[in-house]
């Protein structure tokens, strides 16, 4: 198992939900996500990121293994890539991911997990990145 702390994972995948967003925030279906190349392209990336993090958490003992299902799809979406079906994927975006993140936001809350330093890596680690700072920025003022 990695040495990385937790917290840096959960703001991963704060991150990758935030991007899936921006990225889809025009798009109404599954099938006009598939359509958009780069969208589709960039959001498959980060179910990937998120599924790999969720891995981490479970890994750690922070996730009950109910989260297991988050890691099978980052499996199925990476191995199975020529057989994705873009009406899931729709549905875990539009449901799933936000589900999920106030499910994060609620065990970040119980366990007491700081997040500060893992923004403030993050920060350094998106430095060019404009859009993902303004997210960061925005997360770190909800004294996470």
């Given at each position: 198992?990695?040495?990385?702390?937790?917290?840096?994972?959960?703001?991963?995948?704060f991150i990758a939900i935030d991007?899936?967003?921006?990225?889809?925030?025009?798009?109404?279906?599954?099938?006009?996500l598939l359509v958009h190349e780069m969208?589709?392209?960039?959001?498959?990336?980060?179910?990937?990121?998120?599924?790999?993090?969720?891995?981490?958490?479970?890994?750690?003992?922070?996730?009950?293994?109910?989260?297991?299902?988050?890691?099978?799809?980052?499996?199925?979406?990476?191995?199975?890539?020529?057989?994705?079906?873009?009406?899931?994927?729709?549905?875990?975006?539009?449901?799933?991911?936000?589900?999920?993140?106030?499910?994060?936001?609620?065990?970040?809350?119980?366990?007491?997990?700081?997040?500060?330093?893992?923004?403030?890596?993050?920060?350094?680690?998106?430095?060019?990145?404009?859009?993902?700072?303004?997210?960061?920025?925005?997360?770190?003022?909800?004294?996470?």
């Amino acid at each position: 198992m990695s040495n990385r702390d937790i917290s840096l994972y959960i703001v991963d995948i704060f991150i990758a939900i935030d991007k899936i967003s921006r990225f889809t925030c025009k798009i109404q279906n599954g099938a006009e996500l598939l359509v958009h190349e780069m969208a589709w392209d960039a959001c498959i990336r980060e179910l990937e990121i998120i599924g790999e993090a969720t891995k981490m958490l479970l890994n750690s003992g922070l996730l009950k293994s109910e989260y297991r299902r988050i890691v099978d799809f980052r499996n199925q979406i990476s191995h199975g890539y020529f057989g994705i079906d873009e009406e899931i994927v729709w549905d875990v975006i539009v449901h799933k991911l936000p589900e999920y993140q106030a499910e994060l936001v609620a065990i970040v809350s119980k366990e007491k997990i700081t997040l500060l330093n893992a923004i403030e890596y993050a920060k350094v680690e998106n430095e060019k990145n404009v859009q993902v700072l303004k997210f960061l920025t925005e997360l770190e003022s909800k004294k996470c």
